[in-house]
C-alpha cells in the first residue's frame, strides 16, 4: 500500500473515530461496534474493514467530552461513579472492582456500570443478592481468561430506583491474585473513593 493510501486511510480512521464518538455523545449510544458502523454509513466510508479501535473512539470521545460537554459531563460521571461505588460497597465481599467508562471517564448519562467481582461460587453471590433484595437477572459473559476463551456468569442489578443497570461479571477467586488488573482498567473500592475525592 503507498504511502498516500496508507495516510487517506488513517485520516478516514481518525475522522470515523471522532465522528463515532460524537454520536455516542449525543445520541446516548453506548455500543461501539454500533456507533463506528453508524459514523461509516454515515460518512460514506465503504471499506469497514479499517474502522477506528475502540480506544480511538474513546480518545474522539473525551476531546469531544471536555470540548462541548465539560459543564455537564463531569456531574454527570460524578453521579455514576456515586452509583457504581455504592454497588461496590454492597458486593465488598467479592472484591469488586469498577472497569469501563465510568471508570475511563468516557462515560454519559446512558453508560452502563461494570464491576467485576471474584468467586468460585455462582451460587453464594446468588444467594448474596437474594438475601439482600437486590434484584437482579443473571446472564453469561464471554471473555479471554489466561489464554482461552470462556463463558462466565455475570450479573445485572437494579441498586437503585431509576438509577442505570450495573453490570456484574463474576471472575473465578484465581483471577483475583493473578496480577492482570491496571489501575487504569481496574479500580477497586479504596481506588473509587480517591477518585471521587479528588
Known amino acids: 500500500m503507498s504511502k498516500d493510501r496508507l495516510h487517506r486511510r488513517d485520516?478516514?480512521?481518525?475522522?470515523?473515530?471522532?465522528?463515532?464518538?460524537?454520536?455516542?455523545?449525543?445520541?446516548?449510544?453506548?455500543?461501539?461496534?454500533?456507533?463506528?458502523?453508524k459514523a461509516a454509513k454515515q460518512m460514506g466510508a465503504t471499506d469497514t474493514h479499517h474502522l477506528p479501535s475502540n480506544r480511538q473512539v474513546d480518545?474522539?470521545?473525551?476531546?469531544?467530552?471536555?470540548?462541548?460537554?465539560?459543564?455537564?459531563?463531569?456531574?454527570?460521571?460524578?453521579?455514576?461513579?456515586?452509583?457504581?461505588?455504592?454497588?461496590?460497597?454492597?458486593l465488598a465481599p467479592f472484591h469488586p472492582y469498577l472497569t469501563g467508562s465510568v471508570l475511563n471517564g468516557t462515560a454519559g448519562e446512558q453508560s452502563d456500570i461494570n464491576l467485576s467481582v471474584?468467586?468460585?461460587?455462582?451460587k453464594a453471590v446468588m444467594m448474596f443478592l437474594l438475601k439482600h433484595n437486590l434484584p437482579f437477572e443473571s446472564g453469561e459473559w464471554r471473555t479471554d481468561l489466561a489464554g482461552k476463551q470462556q463463558i462466565?456468569?455475570?450479573?445485572?442489578?437494579?441498586?437503585?430506583?431509576?438509577?442505570?443497570?450495573?453490570?456484574?461479571?463474576?471472575?473465578?477467586?484465581?483471577?483475583?491474585?493473578s496480577g492482570n488488573r491496571k489501575q487504569e482498567t481496574h479500580a477497586d473500592i479504596a481506588a473509587v473513593e480517591a477518585l471521587l475525592a479528588g
Open 11 to 37: 485520516l478516514m480512521r481518525e475522522q470515523l473515530a471522532h465522528h463515532a464518538a460524537r454520536l455516542m455523545a449525543e445520541d446516548g449510544i453506548t455500543d461501539y461496534a454500533f456507533a463506528k458502523r
Open 59 to 90: 480518545e474522539a470521545l473525551r476531546s469531544f467530552r471536555s470540548l462541548y460537554q465539560s459543564a455537564s459531563h463531569p456531574t454527570i460521571l460524578r453521579h455514576l461513579r456515586e452509583q457504581a461505588l455504592a454497588a461496590m460497597r454492597l
Open 118 to 122: 471474584y468467586s468460585d461460587d455462582e
Open 152 to 177: 462466565l456468569p455475570s450479573f445485572t442489578l437494579q441498586t437503585e430506583p431509576g438509577g442505570l443497570p450495573v453490570h456484574v461479571i463474576m471472575l473465578p477467586d484465581s483471577a483475583l491474585h
